[in-house]
Nanobody, 121 residues
Framework: QVQLVESGGGLVQPGGSLRLSCAAS????????MGWYRQAPGKERELVAT???????MHADSVKGRFTISRDNAKNTVYLQMNSLKPEDTAVYYC???????????????WGQGTQVTVSS
């Protein structure tokens, strides 16, 4: 099977920075798109950023210019560098990956367990 494990969350003051990591492991042939989502209390899960296997990125308007998604294909790892954090960025951040587990097989969507990010003074 495939597992995605996030790390790097925590408590940070407004204006501060955090770097989230998400490492995929298990029966992986390749990983297509990877992304970060977040869910604040009482709100729906929302897309934060995505990155293709070729490195093309998309960032939500709410984080554009402050957050940067990147990936290391050799390590099956995706990162989210978060700068100039605001209290409204407080949420559980989830990693997602579309993972191909066999040659010519389809890609399946996998989720990490989530990591809490709290921005507060």
């Amino acid at each position: 099977q495939v597992q995605l494990v996030e790390s790097g969350g925590g408590l940070v003051q407004p204006g501060g920075s955090l770097r989230l990591s998400c490492a995929a492991s298990g029966s992986i042939f390749s990983i297509n798109a990877m992304g970060w989502y977040r869910q604040a209390p009482g709100k729906e899960r929302e897309l934060v950023a995505t990155i293709t296997s070729g490195g093309s990125t998309m960032h939500a308007d709410s984080v554009k210019g402050r957050f940067t998604i990147s990936r290391d294909n050799a390590k099956n790892t995706v990162y989210l560098q978060m700068n100039s954090l605001k209290p409204e960025d407080t949420a559980v951040y989830y990693c997602n990956g579309v993972v191909v587990t066999s040659t010519h097989g389809p890609g399946y969507s996998y989720w990490g367990q989530g990591t809490q990010v709290t921005v507060s003074s």
